[in-house]
């Protein structure tokens, strides 16, 4: 199948019981891009991943995946679709070799041992091969997952927060290695919380409570939420944290070390609440464009006040 | 089945045989298991019951009899609770079942002993419970040779050499061959395959569900019938292995005695463990993690072990539990072990026990292959 887009997907709605978990969504990725899925925990990530890959059943909605239908022809997807779960889920007593091995031979693979030895290779374990999965420190249980999960060659990657508690340096690799296959025309979906990571991304989609409340380049998310920010730096920067906090006119008040982002939906409202602050000398304002977490914690705002309300 | 792969298949059965190599404790019950259970089946629980009703029939009382008698009670296996007179009331009251053992002491016993003549002194022993006789009749065999020590001296000192100065005969009435482990460790057979084989598979696919690899699995292009036949596949030999562990500790411990051929037994056996696979494989579509699994287990084990005839005679059992026992594998295939190994039966004599073994086995898998979830609904 040589469809332009890998994923295209519309309306996809799924429910658990009476909750309604993912709500009518919508995306369009071409292939060889790589888009990040952004929302806090419990949005439905993870299941509108599940239903791409066939794992879960939407409850209506259409769409395809590489071309095959996500409804009919799930096995279709299954061959060329590699999916990277967010909690490990290899064989925690079988080896890194017996694991990679089990792959190959699932998906039938006709040049088995050469795959697997490169596989290892790359991965750099060719000492290590012996040693049982279960045994990994989190970063090699990542890295050994993604390695199997690209064993077959899949044109679609579906990374479900693949570095969830995996130190920098790993997780730079990993991004490395995720571009790289994207350059070889592979397209990635990948989940994340890290704010970095979503910036390597050539989309966004953010998900809070299973709508999509934001979509685009990370420049237009930040351009599309109106938000405007000050950066305020100081010594005591704590003090007047607590100062600003509730103002009139300003709705995010939060604290970087040295530096304080003051934001607000109302660009004129926040100048007139912080004009008597910028008095002080203490303190050097500046006006700039708002960070990507400054906009989700700004875009979540009406979901937290309802909670908590 | 369209576009089954032998590939895939081998897959899953290779994972399988591997986590079954590293999981040490499933491993070593599996042979443990079958050694334990025909340990108490076979000992234990036929076991070895004392001070048993006997009714002495004395037809020549003296001190001979008289330190006889104590000498029965002593060895812990008598319990003398009537005193008859003549041959007839003591049949009576065997056949009545009021009492296990006739002892009967001859007349002239005292004056033929005395002279050398090696008297006889006869029990009769029911033997409709075979486990019950026997331990008695083996704890008199050593009586004679040194009971009546205390009374031969003097002049009767030389009749304490050997031979003994009399003789004990046995007579097993109502069973004369009854031996119960040649009936119970064939049982145990099939006792032992339902529990770990029903056990295993279905703690093997829930443990996936577990651990969370159950996701990655069906992420795969696997299809349900590659999964199941993999996972059934390596426990199919698990249970020859245990099939051998039984057989050679029948002929060793009990010596069982193989009359029919191992290749039609193992025939038979092949029927068996897949139906009992099967129902595990059902049991793991349903339970939610392994306590589940192995509280279900225990559920179909129960009647197997109860109402199979295993524990009780099965045409002694009421008619709706019959019923509930033809179902059931472990009946048949039971039947089916002890016609091979007692019997010489062959498998052409048994079909009627054969074929509900094979619909059980279909149905199970059936059901098995219908329930196995193809998504994570
Ligand atoms: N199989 C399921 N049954 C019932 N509820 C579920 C199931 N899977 C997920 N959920 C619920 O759906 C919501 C979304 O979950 P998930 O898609 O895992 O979110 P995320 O991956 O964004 O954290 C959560 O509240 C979760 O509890
Ligand atoms: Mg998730």
């Known amino acids: 199948m040589t469809a332009t887009l890998a994923i295209d997907v519309s309306e996809l709605t799924k429910s658990f019981g009476t909750r309604k978990v993912v709500d009518k969504f919508s995306i369009q990725v071409p292939r060889g891009q790589v888009w990040g899925f952004l929302g806090p925990n419990g949005s439905g990530k993870t299941t509108t991943i599940r239903m791409l890959c066939g794992l879960l059943l939407p409850d209506s909605g259409t769409g395809t995946c590489l071309g095959y239908d996500i409804k009919s022809q799930a096995s279709e997807i299954k061959r060329n679709v590699g999916y990277m779960t967010q909690k490990f889920s290899f064989y925690e007593d079988l080896s890194i070799r017996e694991n990679l091995d089990f792959v190959a031979r699932i998906y039938e693979m006709a040049d088995r041992k050469r795959v697997v030895d490169q596989a290892i290779e790359r991965l750099g374990l060719v000492e290590r091969q012996q040693q049982l999965a279960g045994t990994l420190s989190g970063g090699w249980k990542q890295r050994l997952a993604l390695a199997a999960c690209i064993l077959h060659r899949p044109q679609l990657l579906l990374l479900d927060e693949p570095t969830a508690g995996v130190d920098p340096q790993a997780r730079r690799e990993f991004w490395d290695e995720i571009h790289q296959l994207a350059a070889q025309g592979l397209t990635v979906l990948v989940s994340t919380h890290y704010m970095d990571e979503a910036e390597r991304c050539d989309r966004i989609v953010y998900l809070a409570y299973g709508t999509v409340l934001a979509r685009g380049t990370v420049a237009e998310v930040i351009e599309g939420s109106t938000l405007s920010t000050w950066i305020v730096t100081g010594s005591d920067v704590r003090t007047l944290a607590g100062e600003l906090h509730g103002c009139e006119g300003i709705d995010q008040v939060s604290v970087f070390g040295v530096t304080l982002h003051v934001s607000g939906r109302d660009a004129e409202k926040l100048e007139r609440a912080i004009a008597p602050f910028r008095a002080r000398t203490e303190f050097t304002w500046e006006k700039s464009s708002p960070s990507l977490e400054d906009v989700f914690i700004h875009l979540m705002a009406p979901f937290r006040a309802r909670l908590t309300g | ?377």
């Open chain 2, 1 to 377: 089945m369209l576009g089954v792969s032998f590939a895939r298949i081998g897959a899953v059965f290779l994972k399988e045989l591997i986590q079954m190599r590293r999981d040490r404790l499933t491993f070593g019950m599996i042979i443990g298991i079958p050694v334990l259970q025909l340990v108490l089946f076979g000992f234990a629980i036929n076991s070895d019951p004392k001070h048993l009703p006997t009714a002495v029939n004395v037809q020549d009382p003296s001190v001979y009899s008289r330190t006889l008698v104590r000498a029965l009670e002593n060895s812990g296996y008598f319990r003398v609770t009537n005193i008859v007179k003549g041959e007839r009331e003591g049949a009576a009251l065997l056949a009545s079942g009021s009492v296990a053992f006739v002892v009967t002491v001859p007349p002239e016993f005292s004056r033929e002993l005395a002279r050398g003549d090696r008297p006889q002194i006869l029990i009769e022993a029911d033997a409709s419970d075979p486990a019950a006789a026997a331990n008695a009749v083996a704890a008199v065999a050593q009586l004679p040779s040194t009971v009546f020590n205390r009374e031969l001296t003097g002049a009767l000192a030389p009749l304490r050499s050997t031979p003994p100065p009399f003789e004990i005969v046995v007579h097993r009435r109502y069973n004369p061959e009854g031996i119960s482990s040649y009936n119970v460790v064939p049982g145990l057979i099939g006792v032992i395959l339902t529990m770990t084989m029903v056990l295993i598979t279905a703690l093997a696919v829930t443990r996936e569900v577990e651990r969370g690899t159950m996701e990655n699995l069906l992420a795969m292009p696997l299809k349900p019938f590659e999964v199941m036949a993999g996972k059934i596949l390596p426990y199919i030999f698990m249970g020859y292995i245990q099939v051998t562990v039984v057989l050679v500790a029948a002929r060793l411990l009990f010596g069982v005695p193989m009359l029919g051929s191992y290749f039609e037994l193992s025939i038979a056996l092949a029927l068996f463990i897949a139906a009992n696979l099967s129902i595990g494989f059902t049991i793991s579509t349903i339970a939610a993690n392994q306590l589940q699994a192995m509280q279900m287990t225990f559920f179909f084990f129960l009647p197997s072990i109860l109402l199979s005839g295993f524990m009780f005679p099965f045409r002694g059992m009421p008619e709706w539990a019959q019923w509930i026992g033809s179902i059931l594998p472990n009946t048949h295939f039971m039947r089916i072990v002890r016609g091979v190994m007692l019997k010489g039966s062959h498998l052409g004599d048994m079909v009627a026990d054969l074929w509900p073994l094979a619909a059980f086995m279909l149905a199970a898998m059936t059901i098995a292959l219908m329930r196995y979830r193809r998504t994570l609904d």
